[in-house]
């Protein structure tokens, strides 16, 4: 992270769910963004940060519907007071669960969004947490989402890459900092009890 930048006290994955992340319907170089994911719960652990792992309950017939082999998270929890499962009707991981409280439990005032899907559930959740006062990062290379496909007579596919960047643009505006490499990103314990 930059220098001014305080270390993230909470790490808020989002939605790395098997039907994102494996099989056919994967977003573009899954793996990468696997890797990334990996390496940022592990690090998050090591130092004290709280993990929150957000799953969402996809609707009825999708690929995330509740209890389905691409419901399940991709990630192992290590359930305990440092690491959570939140489960979300929404695409904003605050609207509707106990996220807010459980962070302002926790102490936290910095924490790091990654996961997936950019333009949904990540931007949701990332200029929530903005909005509410939270410093926010999201390294540009912890996030993914599938290609747009052409809408004929309008555009050509958009690339996921190209839509991921937008939305970091986008966000990158509204007080998220979203310049980092998911590697530069420094965690410290959540202080509970302090908010």
Sequence with gaps: MCDDTPAAEALIVVDVQSAFVTGGGAVPDAARLVERTTDLIARARRSGALVVHLQNDGAPGSDDEPHTPGWELHHAVEAGPAEVVVRKPRDDGFEGTPLGDLLAASGVKALAVCGVMSEMCVQATARTAAAR?????????????????????????????????????????????????????????????SA
Excluded: K, M, N
């Excluded at 004929?152 to 979203?178: H, K, M, N, Q, Y």
């Design 133 to 193: 006062g939270y410093r926010v990062v999201l390294p540009y290379d912890a996030h993914a989402t599938q290609d747009i496909p052409a809408a004929p007579g309008i555009s050509d596919r958009i690339p996921a890459a190209t839509v991921s960047r937008v939305v970091a643009w986008a966000l990158g505006g509204g007080g998220v900092e979203t310049t980092v490499r998911a590697s530069d990103v420094a965690f410290t314990a959540a202080l509970a009890g």
